[in-house]
């Protein structure tokens, strides 16, 4: 069974710093795609990025970006300049190709000061 | 154009009661599929829907059952409600569906309490 690990519970920085929120998982398998999703407190699941394993490129999405490194199993994601809406629970996801389902690690707080 | 929407927005019921939840994807996608996310953790995907067929199915009780209407839109069902039952439950949609990876995305949830 695939699993998804997020070690930090929780974190907090100051408005326009730099942030790295960690993911591992674990598969036997060779592709699947990665997804990190920013939960605020509205509860609404919003997609941030997404990674296809076959890719070694890093995918960015303006002020987000990804730390892909297939062979430890990490999928780390990182903000850049930092904003007060940026608050939010994060959750790293991963899917298996022709899979029918998410696999969500168990979130990271992110917390935002001005 | 509109996003996933699901109703209610909350729902407060008692033990033993049954209760339907409802979801309509995004235009055009024709797979739904539907998590539960009890306070604190991530979600946990209880099904997926796709062209009316059940084509995923996680480890939840036979009290919970769904499907899924020609317009795409979709039902969860939860029967003789327990305590623990009461969650956020999220629907998502996609293009696809099984067989082929696309992103979901998410409505805006219910919020069940059971008393």
């Known amino acids: 069974a695939q699993t998804v690990t997020q070690s930090q519970p929780e974190m907090s920085v100051q408005e326009a710093e730099t942030v790295t929120l960690s993911c591992t998982y674990d598969?036997?398998?060779?592709?699947?795609?990665l997804f990190w999703y920013k939960q605020p407190p509205s509860r609404q699941m919003i997609l941030v990025i997404r990674?296809?394993?076959?890719?070694?490129q890093n995918a960015t999405e303006n002020r987000f970006s990804v730390n892909f490194q297939k062979a430890a199993k990490s999928f780390s994601l990182k903000i850049s300049d930092s904003q007060l809406g940026d608050t939010a629970m994060y959750f790293c996801?991963?899917?298996?190709?022709?899979?029918?389902?998410?696999?969500f690690g168990q979130g990271t707080r992110l917390t935002i000061n001005p | 154009d509109a996003g996933v929407t699901q109703s209610p927005t909350h729902l407060i019921k008692t033990r033993g009661q049954h209760v339907t939840l409802r979801c309509s994807p995004i235009?055009?996608?024709?797979?739904v599929s539907w998590y539960q996310q009890v306070l604190g953790q991530g979600p946990q995907f209880i099904f997926q829907?796709?062209?009316?067929?059940?084509?995923g199915r996680g480890n939840f009780p036979d009290r919970f059952s769904a499907r899924q209407f020609p317009n795409y839109s979709s039902e969860l069902n939860v029967n003789a409600l327990l305590l623990g039952d009461s969650a956020l439950y999220l629907c998502?949609?996609?293009?696809?569906?099984?067989?082929?990876?696309?992103?979901?995305?998410f409505g805006p949830g219910t919020r069940l309490t059971v008393l």
């Open positions: 996801a991963f899917t298996l190709e022709g899979a029918q389902k998410l696999v």
């Open positions: 598969t036997s398998e060779n592709n699947y795609y």
């Open positions: 990674q296809e394993a076959y890719k070694q």
């Open positions: 235009s055009g996608h024709k797979s």
């Open positions: 829907y796709y062209e009316k067929e059940e084509r």
């Open positions: 998502a949609s996609n293009l696809l569906g099984a067989g082929r990876e696309d992103t979901q995305y």
